[in-house]
Every structure is written in C-alpha cells, then in structure tokens.
C-alpha cells in the first residue's frame, strides 16, 4: 500500500535508487535555475528539489511524466519500481493502451491503479500505485461474506424440524459445490446398518443425491473410527477408502483431495462427513474450518430429528391406539364419520366414536366428548372406549349400559382423583327385516341425535339425561325409532354446533344452521353425509380455531342394492326446495 | 385396432356411468368400471376418460342449478368409491418414493387430487392421500414424521392462496419439494407460477414433473414484491369491518335484503366474505383477472338460481368507496363492476 510495502516487496531496490535530480525542472518548469531558489520572497524551490527524492520515496503513488510526443520525460522512484519498463526518452508501452483515465492493470504480479492526468503543453502525468494488498482484503473480504451467506443459508435451511432422511439429504446436498465436489454423509449405525447419502456435482452444477445402505462391518476403517469419535483429523488413505466404497466417481484416487469430519451428536458423532474435491480441488485451513462450521449445523439438525423421531415413533403408538376406530361392518347399516380434533397436528382429542357387533346381528354404537381437550381427553377417550369394549359383552340394553358405564367411570375417576367426565349417546341397531333399522338411543348429557327421514324432514330426537362419570345413579335418557331403509340416524359433537364463525367470528353455528345444511341431503350415503357437516362447520369456521369435531351417521342401507330401493322414496327428487325444520 | 374398441366401449360407458351417478347407484357404477376393466382398458384411462369428465359433468349440473349440493355430494361419494374399486382392481405394489397428495385447508373437493394420487399409485410411486381439506400443521407433521419424496397439493379456490403459499413454504421447511395442480392456481397455473411453485395441468403431467427431481426442486423464487404496500394485509384485517358496512348499505338500498330470513342473510353474509376474500387473493398474487374471473362465476351462479346482480354490483361499489386509498384494490372492483355489466347484458 504505501512506499515503503513496495519497496518491502522489491528488496534492495529502493536503496539504489538515485532520482535524477537533474530532471526536477519538471515540476516548476518555469525555473531553469534550481539553484536560484533562494531569493528572498521566493518559496525556496531548489531546496524542495532537493528534498524531492526523499520525498517521493514515500509517496503511495508512483508518477511518471511524458511529454507531448507521450516519450517518458520523468520517472519517480516508486514508479520505477511498479514499472521498471518505464525509463527517461523510452516510451510506455505497457499502459499506453489504457484509454480511461483511471485503470488497472496487473503487472509483474502486483495489481496497479493507474491515472492520467494531462499536464500543461500537451504532456501528461501517470500516477500509479499498488493496489494488491487492497485486492487481497478485498478477496478475503468477499470469501469471509461468502462463507458466512453460505452458512447462513445452512442455517436457514437445516434450522427447521425435519425428518432424519431429509435432513441428511439437505446436508450433502448443501455441501456440494461450496465444500465439496463430491460429498457422502454417513449415520451411525442403527441395528448394524450404516445408510449413507452422496450428493455429486452435475454437468450443471446442481447436486444430484443418491443414498445407500453399508453393514456396519463393511464401512471404511476411517469413517468406522471417525463414528466411534477416535478418528485423526487427516486420514491419508481416506480418499482410497472413499474409492473402495464407490463413493468417488471415476474410481481413481489420483488428484483428488478429501477430508472427513464428525458431525456432532448427543453422545457420540450423529454421522461423519466426507467431503471431496477432484482434479487439483484442495483443503486449505479455512476450508476445513468452513467444513467443520457446517459439520456442527448439520450435526445439530441431525440430532434433533433424529431426536423428533424417537418422540413421534411413541407418539404414534399412542395416538394410534387413542384414535376413533372406524365402525365395524354390520348388516344393514352403512356407517359414516367424520373426526377433526382442534389440535391438527395432534389428530387427537377428547371427541371419540365406535361401534361393536352383537351377537344377535345388531349394533351397539355411541359418540361422546369428554371434558378438557388435547392428549389428556384423548387418554381418557381411550379408557372409556376400552370399558365399553368389556361393558357391552355384559349388557346390551343402552340405558343399562350407560349407568353401568358410568358407575364403572366413577369408580376409575375417584381412585386416580382425575374428576373428568363424558357425554355421550349410545345406542344400539337391530335391522329389520324390510331393510330398515330399529334404533334405541340412550342420553348422557349430549346433543340430542338428528334423523333425516325419506321425506327430507330432519328430525331431532327428545334424548337428554345427565353427564356420565360425575354422580351416582345418573338420570340417563333412552328413546326408540325406526329407520326405514334409507333414513340416516346423525350423532355429532358440540364442536359442530358450538364452531364459532359469522362475519366476526363470534356467532355460532348452532342446531337451526345444521339443520337447514342437512335439507335436501336425505339421499346422501352416510359417509357423504359425515363429510357434509364437517365441510359446513369448517366452512362456517374459515379456518378458525375450532374444539374437537366428530360426526357420527348411520344410514338403513336396506337389502342387497338400498339404492333401487331409495329410488322409491317419495319425494326423493332431489332439490334444494324441500324445508325442513327442526321437531 | 384394439385402441379403436376400447375409446368405444369407453364412449359407450360414459352415458351409462353418468346415469349411475344421476341415481346414485354405487353398485352400478362399479360395475360398469370393472366391466371396461375387465375389457381390457387401461385404469389410468377409466379414471381420467371416464371418472374425471362425469365428475366435471357433476359440477357443470350443479353450477347450472340442475342438481342439487346434496345430488353433488352423493354423485362424488360414488365417484370416490369407483377410483377405490379400480385401484383395489389393479393393484400396483409400490417400487418408487413417497408421494403425499393432499387438498389444501378448506378444499373439500378430493376427487381430483385422488384421481392424481392413483394415477401416480399406477407408475408406482407409493402414495399417501391425505384427503380433503388437510389442515397445514396435520401435513407437516405428517412429513416430519415419514419421508416424502415429494407433496402434491391441490386446490381449487383462488382465494385460498395466500393460505397455499404459507402451507407450501412449510412444506418446504421440511426439504420437501411442493408441486401444485388444480383450478385455484390459475387454468394456465400463472399463480403458482407468481408463489414460485412448480404446477401441474393434468394428472399425467403431474406424474411427469414428479419423475425429474431437480425440475421439482429448481423453480424461480416467489414474486411478491408488490405486498409490500400491504393493501393484502389491511384489506384482510378490514375483513369484517367491510362485511358489517356492505350489509348495512345493501338493507338501505334494496328494501328485500331487510325481509331476508336468516339463512337468506347468512348466504348473503358469505358472499360479501368470498368478495373480500378474493379481492385479498386477487391483491396477494397481484393479478386482477382473479378477481374478475370470480365475478364472472359468481354472476353464472346467482343468474342460474336468478338472483339479480344489482346487489352485487352495489357491494363492489361499497367496497370501492370504502378502500378508496387502496389503488390496487379500487382497481380490481372496477374491473370487476366492468364485468358484472357485460354479464348482466348478456343474460338480458
């Protein structure tokens, strides 16, 4: 940067360094006298001459003087240095082809800015310096920024919750081309099998993934060390290994570098990472620390979804054995349900539904909700579900079972302290022989059942009674119906009528909309049925927060083909003019 | 000429399949998928030559008014359980990745995307569907949980978008690439386009785009500069504020609106909402033929049940005067108004 730097880099040069003071007239060109500088008024313009040489030996920039003819009439210390080309009466060739003003060359190795400055009688003036050190930062600049984007977007990336085979995938596939050509990540083994991901550099420098499975037995000694954390941080055999695995393109370990690096994990590494460049590619220090300032995202992001994983694996379990099971099949009888619960991404909640077979050929079926929300009304959906397993084998009468249900609920509740309760309908189905249902439904405390009758009326059945689980000896409503073939019998949940929506989001939907949306729908399947009201109520909601939803319908699908039979149904057209309203 | 007879018999089928949907005869309608099964016709061709039109036929009844939402609901239940017998009838063992296919939060029109997820089950990719109206936390978890290769969305309501965009960049979160398909990204797919997703016209290019990885995954970023006037934003926190204030205008100038009974209110309500919400879509994407495109529907739909356009243009009139200082939004409205006039003559 300054003089002093170029004279650094051009030892012994600056020494013998000799300005021609003879040729100082250039910057007073009106002084044909240097010597005569000292009278008195006068700056002392010889003494500066003299001085002159000194001077310019410090000075960032070099100059250079031509005349009109462009032949060099001066040359400064520093510019001879810069441009030992250059000297007095030759000409400079070397930047005469530059047309700015202002440019820069590289030049014996060092990167030069130049000016032209025109002088006085058609001269002019070169100013050069040496601008290489400058270029330097500024290269090292932009390689610290880009390291740090790359990190960043590392970060952005691997920084979300993802399965484990994608977050692996992502860390090859961000690897490649920034650290590696070629990039493989190993996981530690599980039950003795190691699966690995290589992410390769394509024609058009997009990574491509591929993946793989190694016995533990098999994996290369180097990356078996490194999953053990005892590997050493320079392996020279490594990119031989790499080769054996078949990892490395071509098959050839000539010219190719490679470095493998441990991502960390909870206890031991979370997987090793193999990094490799071709042809002359090679790891400088800040490489490795690039690659191991990766290596500690990718370990994390490793380590959590694996992490996530063994959450969600027992999760699942659970959940699975908390979620409705479909009705079972039953003669006669076409089931339809729908099941929203308000945590979507729990898909549990306090809503249940189900049904046995009986041995007579009937059904027993109920819907309920339980108090509280999320996993622990799911838990205690799973314990009432699995009571009414056992309960239905000892008695089939729904009012019966209800009590002895919540008898056996109020035992269970008062000995864990738990104080939670249910409402519910039960019933149970018995098919007639014309193909229609006989229906006797007992009440918990729940919403009463809708039936849609062949001729679109919507009929609310008169069941109420008390909560189940909370007292002794509960007041349990029971009524009885018949569904001809075709009719549809709808348990649903308070989350149905209870959704709040409007222009505010305040108002709820409540049993009149419900209702209105059921006109016109009696020849739906009961599954087209279910999925009428939970779109109704999801629409009404738009997307709000909502409590669990569950919609339970049963249909009388009368004999073989119920649908030739519906065909019949008077008054069956089909349109939405058919009013209906609530009993 | 084994193609020849087959086109025939699937022509022949049509008009007989269609009549099954008409009186919702579930049995028969299987029946005549196994009949041209059995014939030799290929499932991927059943469910798009004959499933998909009847199924577009079902939703041209209704908007003409010849059918009823519930004969919809019915004819699509029946469509849904062929699609189920004709994926049963071939079974395909899966040898490819996983695919998950699901309908975007509030779309509950499945079929579709279900004839998309069979038709990617037939070339062998293992497919979850994950139905109609798929909540965003339900999918993501669902990819943290198992891989995906890859989503399939579908929707076909422009003015879920804004939410289609948060549901694809969670998605995306994940590493999971998105592709996108159905009427509600646009028919030329120009919106999925605007949120820098990949979209897909058919089930078969849908299928086509899921064979190269890295067409799915290089797509140009999102183009939405333009919310940075955050007209989108102030327009859906105005949401309600607008609705209140439409309904009051409507009871003043048309007398009947104040005789309304409540569901009458309730679907008037509704659609000074969807106006709102797709002039918020329209304002998202920064495109007004959204918009537009909407009005015209809604102008077929109202004039087939002969509801007159009167109250509509006085909503977007309302609208206009109440976001005056919204350029884009006042732009969109006129237009629209502009639309609902040429509409109105021609039903005249």
Avoid at chain 2, 41 to 58: G, I, M
Wanted: aromatic share 6%; charged share 20%.
């Amino acid at each position: 940067m300054t003089g002093a730097d170029v004279r650094d880099l051009d030892p012994g040069d600056g020494r013998s360094a000799t300005p021609s003071v003879d040729r100082v007239p250039v910057w007073r060109p009106t002084t044909s006298r240097p010597a005569a500088g000292s009278a008195a008024g006068e700056p002392p313009w010889g003494q500066l001459a003299a001085d002159w040489a000194e001077v310019a030996e410090h000075l960032h920039e070099g100059v250079v003087l031509c005349g009109p003819d462009g032949s060099v009439r001066h040359v400064s210390p520093v510019a001879r240095r810069l441009l030992p080309e250059a000297v007095v009466g030759g000409r400079l060739a070397a930047v005469e082809q530059l047309t700015s003003h202002e440019s820069y060359l590289r030049h014996h190795g060092r990167r030069l800015r130049l000016r032209q400055v025109p002088l006085s009688a058609g001269r002019s003036c070169w100013y050069v310096e040496d601008v290489s050190e400058d270029e330097k930062r500024a290269e090292e600049l932009a390689a610290e920024r880009s390291r740090s984007a790359f990190l960043t977007t590392v970060g952005d990336k691997l920084g979300n919750p993802m399965h484990p085979d994608r977050a692996a995938a992502a860390v090859v596939r961000l690897a490649v081309p920034t650290l590696a050509e070629v990039a493989v990540l190993v996981t530690a083994p599980r039950s003795g099998r190691a699966r690995w991901w290589r992410a390769r550099q394509d024609a058009d420098g997009t990574p491509a993934v591929d993946r793989g499975v190694l016995a533990a037995a098999q994996l290369p000694p180097a990356i078996a060390d490194s999953l053990r954390g005892s590997a050493a941080h320079t392996v020279d055999w490594l990119v031989e290994q790499a080769v054996d695995a078949g990892w490395l393109p071509g098959g050839s370990a000539a010219d190719v570098a490679a470095r493998l690096v441990p991502l960390p994990g909870r206890d031991e590494p979370a997987g090793v990472l193999l990094v490799a460049r071709g042809a002359g590619g090679w790891y400088a220090e800040h490489d490795v620390d690039l690659v191991r300032a990766f290596a500690a995202r990718a370990g994390a992001a490793l380590t959590t979804a694996l992490l996530y994983r063994e959450q969600t694996e027992v999760a699942d379990m659970l959940q699975a054995s908390l979620l409705p099971v479909a009705p079972a099949p039953a003669p006669g009888v076409q089931w339809g349900t729908a099941y929203r619960p308000a945590q979507a991404g729990l898909r549990i909640g306090g809503d249940f539904y189900g049904s046995h077979r009986l041995p007579d050929g009937g059904s027993v079926f109920f819907l309920g909700d339980v108090s509280g929300k999320g996993v622990e009304a799911a838990v205690f959906t799973g314990q009432l579900r699995q009571c009414l397993h056992a309960l239905h084998r000892v008695e089939q009468q729904p009012a019966r079972l209800l009590r002895l249900l919540n008898d056996t609920l109020l035992e269970t509740t008062l000995a864990h302290g738990q104080g939670r309760f249910a409402t519910m309908v039960l019933g149970v189905a018995r098919p007639h022989r014309d193909g229609g249902l006989g229906l006797t439904l007992a009440g918990g405390g729940h919403l009463p059942p809708l039936v849609l009758r062949a001729s679109g009326e919507v009929e609310q059945l008169p069941l109420n009674g008390m909560l189940i689980g909370v007292v002794p000896d509960p007041r349990i409503g029971q009524v009885s119906t018949r569904l001809a073939p075709g009719e549809t019998c709808l348990l649903y949940s308070d989350g149905v009528t209870e959704a709040r929506g409007g222009r505010w989001g305040e108002e709820l939907l409540g049993t009149d909309r419900l209702v209105q949306a059921l006109g016109g729908c009696h020849r739906m399947p009961a599954p087209a049925l279910a999925e009428r009201i939970e779109q109704v109520t999801c629409d009404w909601l738009a997307q709000r927060e909502h409590d669990d939803i569950a919609v339970l319908a049963l249909r009388a699908a009368g004999g073989g083909r119920p649908q030739r039979h519906l065909h019949a149904v008077p008054g069956a057209t089909g349109s939405d003019s058919a009013r209906t309203t609530a009993q | 000429m084994t193609a020849a007879t087959q086109d025939t018999s699937l022509e022949a089928a049509y008009p007989d399949y269609l009549h099954c949907l008409a009186e919702a005869d579930e049995h028969s309608a299987i029946e005549v998928a196994h009949r041209l099964l059995d014939g030799g016709v290929a499932a991927d061709r059943v469910l798009l030559d004959l499933v998909a039109p009847a199924q577009a036929e079902v939703g041209e009844r209704w908007a003409r008014n010849e059918w009823s939402v519930a004969q919809e609901h019915a004819a699509t239940h029946i469509s849904e359980r062929v699609v189920a017998a004709v994926a049963a009838y071939v079974d395909v063992r899966p040898t490819r990745a996983r695919i998950v296919v699901a309908c975007m939060d509030g779309e509950w029109h499945a079929l579709p995307a279900r004839l998309v997820a069979e038709v990617l089950r037939l070339r062998g990719w293992d497919v979850t569907f994950l139905g109609a109206s798929v909540p965003a936390a339900h999918l993501v978890s669902y990819l943290h949980r198992y891989d995906a290769y890859a989503v399939a969305l579908a929707s076909a309501l422009p003015m879920r978008l804004p939410h289609a965009h948060r549901m694809i960049e969670a998605c995306r979160r994940s590493d999971v690439p998105v592709l996108v398909g159905g009427r509600g990204f646009g028919v030329d797919g120009r919106w999925a386009r605007r949120l820098g997703v990949p979209w897909a016209p058919s089930a078969p290019a849908a299928a086509d785009l899921f064979d190269d990885e890295r067409a799915l995954r290089a797509v140009p970023p999102a183009d939405l500069v333009h919310l940075a006037d955050d007209e989108y934003a102030s327009l859906v926190s105005r949401r309600g504020e607008l609705i209140d204030s439409a309904l009051a205008e409507l009871a003043r100038r048309f007398p009947a609106v104040r005789d309304h009974s409540p569901a009458q209110l309730d679907a008037t309500v509704s659609d000074l909402g969807y106006i709102v919400d797709f002039l918020a879509a329209a304002l998202y994407v920064d495109d007004g033929s959204l918009f537009t495109e909407f009005i015209e529907w809604l102008a077929t739909i109202l004039g087939s049940r002969e509801v007159p356009v009167a109250t509509m243009d006085a909503s977007l009139e309302h609208y206009g005067r109440l976001l005056h200082d919204f350029p884009r939004a006042v732009g969109h409205l006129q237009r629209g108004r502009a639309v609902l006039a040429v509409a109105n003559r021609q039903a005249a």
